[in-house]
């Protein structure tokens, strides 16, 4: 047996900004209308952040809030991962400052892009490093100002896309302890990048909403498979389905092939919309608020976006 | 495979995804029309038809296959 730690979940934390936009808001600027939105998508409303209001606002604000969640003091955290691919500005990054905003002592601090499959490649490193013993505890942050990006007059991105953040603590089991963070499944579909994309220094987002749709709804169902498989689980063990919030019927389909019941399903996008890494931690932070999640159960995530890329890995509830 | 068994097959597909009643998939019922099918239940229908078929419908020839016949043909064409 190895002396080496595992590691598991020890709290979580989501932010929203406080602007509602509606569908009815949205109808005003596009051709669009609450029906078709609900249809198609499944968002009801979104929120957007303030002018003045930066990812590392509402990576902070999560985080603080994951932090509380754990018990943890802020010197007990060693390393900060902020998964982001919005940030206002490459350097400095996100989680150095957010760290020091925190009153986190000097942790390793790095940020990671992998798009919308950001916070389930940020939870995989950050439990890989506390498994390794390089890391104690682990803020992974998930933070995404998305209508930076949005061009409000393309109706098929500008309806999708929002702003939020979730986080997570991880830390260390128990010698003894069963793991509670499984093994990420981690990859890419480099030949598919230019479905979704951003163009430039100050292009919009623009995705091809078809062919991502396809690929999500039939190459996900087997990736979430083997991180069950990896796990020990089967998609019958799991009480809470969390996927990345991007389109209700990509969740709905995914959910359908794993034989997962819908109200173990996570459906935040209806109040949340698409906000691409922060998806699956505000997902989280919002069904542990709502007494959803069953503490020592085994919760099944699953994150996908542009790259193409995608990461899934099972945890325990804490 | 026969035209019939294409498109009994391709009625408990669309029962499926959409729910529409397997009687209501006529071969001249157009999925936008007649059928209330958006794009994106198409690529469901799409996926579906390759899985029980063994025929691929990319995306550049599916918004062309406007009617139910239309799959038929397509699949039967390409089978």
Redesign the interface.
């Known amino acids: 047996m190895s002396d080496r730690p595992g590691a598991k979940i020890l709290g979580f934390g989501g932010y929203q900004p406080d602007q509602v936009l509606t569908n009815d808001d949205l109808s005003a600027l596009v051709d669009t209308n609450d029906e078709w939105i609900r249809a198609r998508v499944g968002i009801q409303s979104r929120r957007v952040a303030r002018d003045d209001e930066t990812v590392t606002d509402m990576a902070e604000a999560a985080g603080a809030k994951a932090l509380a969640a754990s018990g943890l003091e802020p010197s007990e955290v060693d390393l900060v991962v902020v998964a982001t691919c919005s940030p206002e500005t490459p350097l400095p990054n996100v989680a150095a400052v957010v760290a020091h905003r925190l009153g986190i002592p000097s942790p390793g601090g790095y940020d990671l892009n992998a798009a919308c499959a950001g916070f389930c490649y940020a939870l995989g490193a950050a439990a890989d490093s506390v498994r390794a013993g390089t890391t104690r505890n682990a803020l992974v942050i998930g933070a995404e100002k998305m209508t930076s990006w949005v061009d409000w007059t393309d109706r098929s991105t500008c309806i999708i896309f929002a702003d939020g953040a979730g986080a997570t603590v991880v830390g260390r089991t128990e010698p003894g302890e069963p793991s509670g963070v499984g093994p990420v499944v981690w990859g890419t579909a480099g030949d598919q990048a230019d479905k979704i994309r951003i163009t430039g220094r100050t292009g919009a987002l623009t995705q091809d909403g078809q062919a991502v749709f396809r690929w999500a709804t039939t190459a996900m169902a087997p990736v979430a498979l083997e991180a069950c498989r990896r796990a020990g689980v089967t998609p019958a063990d799991i009480t809470a389905f969390v996927p990345h919030q991007a389109n209700l019927r990509i969740i709905e389909a995914i959910a359908k092939k794993l034989g997962i019941p819908r109200d173990r399903v996570a459906d935040d996008i209806i109040h949340a919309g698409n906000t691409s890494s922060a998806s699956v931690p505000l997902a989280l932070a919002r069904m542990a608020e709502q007494g959803r999640l069953q503490p020592g159960t085994p919760a099944l995530l699953i994150a996908f976006g542009a790259g193409l890329s995608y990461a899934s890995q099972v945890i325990t509830v804490p | 495979m026969t035209d019939q068994e294409i498109l009994s097959g391709l009625a408990e597909i669309i029962e499926e995804i959409a729910g529409t009643p397997a009687d209501e998939v006529t071969p001249a019922a157009n999925f936008v029309d007649d059928l209330d099918i958006?794009?994106?239940s198409m690529?469901?229908i799409?996926?579906a038809a390759q899985d029980k078929f063994g025929v691929e419908i990319p995306?550049e020839q599916?918004k062309d296959l406007k009617t139910v016949q239309d799959v038929v043909n397509f699949v039967s064409k390409n089978s």
């Open positions: 958006d794009s994106l690529v469901e799409a996926v995306d599916l």
